[in-house]
Every structure is written in structure tokens, then in C-alpha cells.
């Protein structure tokens, strides 16, 4: 599922909502996690799973084309842990 599919769901199943607010409610959850990874935060969404930030040191790693060394800066990463009920769902267990 994309954004926009996401986006035509949620208005479908809310007659009483636009499409153009669905998109601003769907659009400000995202820049609110966004931000809230930006500055460290965790963020976790209950029964469907937790977004966090890792930090990956440096290294030197391999071109894969020429197979020569290449040196790998640190960077951090966002990281997604599934919650029970996602994992559970998933699995078939609901």
C-alpha cells in the first residue's frame, strides 16, 4: 500500500472527512514521526510496532564493481521493531 491508497482508504471509511484532510491528518502523523526520529526520539505506535534511530559506526566496506576498499562514514538509521499484535497477525495467530 502507498500513501495515496492509504490516503483513499481512510476516506473512504470516514464519509465525513475530505479526501484534501485525510491527506493533512496522514501527512502531519508522518512529519511528526519523522521529526520525532530526526531528534533521537522513539516512537511507538501500540499493537503495531515501534520506530527508533541506530547508529551504524564507521567502517570500510567494498565496492562491489571494482572490489576495492571503501571507507564508510557512521549514520544513523531508522529501525522499526513490530509490535505483539502486528507480529502475531502476521503469523496467524489473531
Known amino acids: 500500500m502507498i500513501r495515496s491508497e492509504l490516503i483513499q482508504k481512510i476516506a473512504d471509511e ?11 491528518i496522514v501527512n502531519t502523523v508522518f512529519e511528526e514521526i519523522i521529526e520525532a526520529l ?3 526520539d522513539r516512537v511507538e505506535l501500540r499493537g503495531f510496532g515501534a520506530f527508533s534511530v541506530k547508529s551504524r559506526d564507521a567502517r570500510v566496506g567494498r565496492n562491489p564493481r571494482t572490489g576495492e576498499a571503501v571507507e ?20 496467524g495467530k489473531a
Open 14 to 24: 470516514n464519509p465525513h472527512l475530505t479526501q484534501r484532510h485525510v491527506e493533512r
Open 38 to 40: 530526526a531528534k533521537g
Open 72 to 91: 564508510v562514514e557512521d549514520k544513523k538509521v531508522p529501525f522499526f521493531k513490530t509490535g505483539k499484535l502486528l507480529r502475531d497477525r502476521l503469523n
